[in-house]
């Protein structure tokens, strides 16, 4: 149990660890001063969200376990986000629009998450959401105002649109770690959000004149720790201190 | 879990008083509404503090700040950080709002004024500089976690707002 309660809130946490580490990248390289401190704003939000988050994994895990060596120390594998938070900043289309996909779900699941039968969980969530909503707001704002916006802007959208639609089926996935945890009255049944989703980001990209994509083959394997190419560089990155010097501390 | 209630024991409140937050020093952790308990147990003081937003990075420091000040009066202490109740912006008292305005900061009207303020654009937040109340959002993240900015369009000044949390 404890186990599984472990390997659930990494489900949760690993998301807004790698979003936020995203989102952390353009500290300085915004495309002007009030988007570039929105997002290391929000990237401050999630890195704290993620604290709270591991520090309650390191206690269910046990042993040697902490915030920092669960963030900084586990092979590419053993991160469980979803795929679409480790895609790239490509551009400023495709920050806003991961973000957007991602924070109509998060909101959605931390809503449900309030109510969890874990204390502590729903503690997190209950904090998170307020934070959260100031998240969706400013990026359903910029899809509006990159997608309602001049030609370029707007094609530039549609294509980061059309290009991370196909992650977003995985946010809906059940681990059997989720499952074990719905069972438990912990966990939140994500597969019940998907309506609420798609009506949401379909009224937001319809008021943006954003054409909503008719794939129907979507990318997975997050969950499972199958990656893309671009989480080892973001690894890299993010870990490259404590594989340098380990156990070093500020 | 605690309860909104807070608990500061009486003769902790002089010494609690004097820490600040180090991004806003002229605003006590009291007047903030970020200690939640300090309670003396067995010459032990346990405190328990709630952060404003999840990523505050001034938490840590003031957790350190604590405990220095009541090393300096001869208490031991732990801080613990606790969640729930999450802090709202209603936590700050008028003392607080007051020394926030002075230093330049305007601070949130009440609740939902401040929701309208934030996300309906209506334009009811006070220009810190010259009081007019012509003043317009210019992004709803600012230089902390906890600000928002804005800027007046009578006197041109931009100013922060702490922003609400409901």
């Known amino acids: 149990m404890k186990d599984t309660l472990y390997q659930y809130i ?11 580490q995203r ?11 009030e988007t570039d401190i929105a997002c290391t704003n929000i990237s401050l939000d999630l890195l704290g969200q993620t604290r709270s988050y591991y520090q309650y994994a390191a206690k269910a895990k046990g042993g040697n376990a902490t915030e920092d060596n669960i963030a900084f120390l586990r092979k590419e594998r053993e991160y469980v986000n979803v795929l679409l938070v480790e895609q790239p900043n490509t551009d400023f289309a495709y920050t806003i629009a991961r973000q957007f996909l991602f924070d109509v779900y998060h909101l959605l699941f931390l809503n449900e998450l309030q109510s969890s039968t874990d204390m502590t969980l729903a503690a997190i969530a209950k904090k998170a959401i307020k934070e959260v909503s100031y998240h969706e707001r400013f990026s359903s704002d910029w899809i509006k105002r990159l997608g309602d916006g001049t030609k370029e ?13 196909t992650y977003t089926d995985e946010l809906f996935h059940q681990t059997l770690a989720d499952e074990a945890m719905i069972i438990a009255g912990i966990g939140v049944e994500t597969s019940k959000l998907r309506e609420a ?12 004149t954003i054409a909503i994509p008719d794939t129907k083959w979507f990318q997975k394997g997050g969950k499972k720790g199958i990656h893309t190419e671009h989480m080892g560089y973001l ?9 340098t010097y380990p156990n070093m501390e500020w | 879990m605690i309860s909104e209630e807070v608990h500061i024991a009486k003769e902790l409140i002089p010494i609690l008083e004097k820490v600040s937050d180090p991004e806003i020093p002229v605003l006590s952790i009291l007047e903030m509404g970020v200690v939640r308990t300090a309670v003396i147990n067995d010459n032990v003081v346990e405190v328990q503090i709630t952060p404003t937003y999840s990523g505050c990075p ?3 420091v003031i957790g350190d700040d604590i405990q220095a000040a009541l090393k300096r009066e001869g208490y031991q202490s732990t801080v613990e950080l606790v969640l729930s109740p999450a802090w709202t912006t209603d936590w700050i008292t008028v003392k607080g709002r007051k020394a926030l305005e002075d230093y330049g900061i305007a601070a949130p009207l ?16 006070k220009c810190t500089q010259c009081g007019s109340t012509n003043t317009q959002l210019v992004s709803q993240f600012g230089s902390t976690a906890c600000k928002a900015m804005f800027q007046c369009e009578d006197c041109k000044e ?6 609400c949390l409901k």
């Not at chain 1, 949760?12 to 660890?17: E, S």
């Open chain 1, 23 to 33: 989102l952390g990248e353009l500290c300085g390289h915004g495309p002007s001063l």
């Open chain 1, 197 to 208: 989703y798609d009506q949401q980001v379909t009224d937001i990209l319809t008021e943006a």
């Open chain 2, 158 to 163: 931009p100013f922060d707002y702490f922003k």
């Open chain 2, 110 to 125: 009440n609740a939902s004024a401040d929701k309208e303020a934030l996300l309906e654009g209506k334009r009811i937040v």
């Open chain 2, 58 to 60: 001034a938490m840590d």
């Open chain 1, 235 to 243: 690894l890299n990155d993010l870990q490259y201190m404590q594989r």
């Open chain 1, 10 to 20: 990494l489900g949760i946490a690993d998301n807004c660890l790698i979003l936020g």
């Open chain 1, 153 to 165: 802007s707007h094609d530039k959208m549609q294509k980061a649109i059309n290009d991370l639609w």
